[in-house]
């Protein structure tokens, strides 16, 4: 397992198309950035190929990470959540609407509360903050973030207008950065 | 914090939650890229969701997804190191369709100069090859009289890097590049067909030239880039 330092170092070396450099990021980060594709886009085909373009995006946008003072692990999730949800936005990936329902409950059996324990120990803060929400609405924000749904899909969800599902999003998400700002 | 920046936060939270549709997404891109302080609340954003990166397991993918990385990326570059390009030089049609006219057209210019001038020497067959690439200035012209085995190179285009040699291969099909001697090459080195490639020396046979270090491949394949190559016609 490579230290975050490592990580960040071997992006630096990717920016200048080291190829050695690029094949020690794929081994050590693939299997975490497909674990990305795989939750949004819950279809193997679908997350395998946006793994691709993930990591052909990082070969050509590693410079960039530079300027952002992300840790380099987080960078990474933030290249492929946001072309996970692009996908599934431009309407390429979880195509229909009728596997939505089968697919959450698969999440619900894979969030077992072992899992969450090992978890919850290394981000105690933000689930102590999450903790201070409704049940529902941090369920809808954690939704939101780890399996990809629109306001829209989380309207029809929660059987609310699209409207109030927006102000139920903004309240809690301010109300979360108050918290972890305490 | 003012109505506006409130808005702007909430707005950063949003994309970064994942929760807009493409268009207020892509108008939100371009916020990022052209307003420097809302970039930074987006980078906030990150930072403070990040906590929930834990959350998602690791999946090693299969080694299909790699090997198809390595193809989008690096395929062009493996095939033809000496041709290392994005965009893929040997995928390029424009190159291609431009290769295959200016191939044609030299090989009947020149063939008919070439045949003018040694007229006298073509008894038999002869065949003749237009070597170019399109990429380096380098092209040569290689004329083959079959009858009395006579191998003819001469460059029409590019210069000679000063340290290094050109040599010429012969490759038949699907074969191995078979070396045929340095062009302007004196003595053993001088290009010629051995005997056992006589019969192989036919219409489609293609040649190239390589840039080598002075006296040649020292491997007996081919170690520089491939900067000219033709196949050989019948005139």
Known sequence: MLSPDDIAKLLARVALSDRQAFNMLYEHTSAKLFGVTLRLLRNKTDAEDALQDVYVKIWHQAGKYAASDASAMSWLITVARNHAIDRLRQGKGRGQQESLEEAGDITDDRVNPEMSAVAGSERRRIDHCFERLDAEKSKAVKEAYLEGYSYKELAEKNEVPLNTMRTWLRRSLMKLKECLEE | ?235
């Not at chain 2, 707005?11 to 997404?25: F, H, I, K, P, S």
């Not at chain 2, 090693?60 to 690096?74: D, R």
């Not at chain 2, 040599?167 to 090459?185: M, N, Q, R, T, Y």
Request: hydrophobic share 40%; aromatic share 8%; no cysteine.
């Open chain 2, 1 to 235: 914090m003012p109505t506006g920046e409130r808005d702007d936060d909430a707005l950063a939270a949003e994309y970064v939650l994942g929760v807009l549709d493409q268009e207020e997404r892509e108008s939100v891109e371009i916020r990022i890229r052209t307003e420097a302080a809302f970039a930074v609340l987006v980078r906030d954003w990150e930072h403070r969701l990040s906590d929930l990166n834990s959350e998602f397991e690791e999946i090693p993918p299969p080694a299909s997804v790699k090997a198809g990385v390595e193809s989008k990326l690096f395929s062009s570059e493996d095939s033809y190191p000496g041709f290392a390009e994005e965009g893929g030089f040997w995928n390029r049609l424009g190159f291609w369709r431009g290769f295959a006219a200016l191939a044609v057209v030299a090989v009947i210019v020149l063939s008919s100069l070439l045949v003018q001038q040694t007229d006298e020497q073509v008894a038999g067959v002869t065949y003749v090859a237009a070597l170019s690439s399109g990429e380096t200035d380098a092209e040569f012209v290689v004329l083959y009289e079959a009858e009395t085995a006579s191998l003819k190179v001469t460059q029409t285009g590019g210069v000679k890097p000063t340290g290094k040699d050109y040599e010429l291969w012969f490759i038949d099909g699907d074969g191995p590049a078979i070396s045929i001697g340095l062009v302007d090459g004196e003595g053993v080195k001088a290009p010629f067909i051995p005997d056992h490639l006589k019969g192989q020396y036919k219409e489609g046979l293609s040649l190239a030239v390589s840039l080598e270090p002075t006296g040649g491949s020292p491997t007996g394949v081919a170690t520089g880039p491939v900067i000219a190559i033709g196949k050989a016609k019948k005139i």
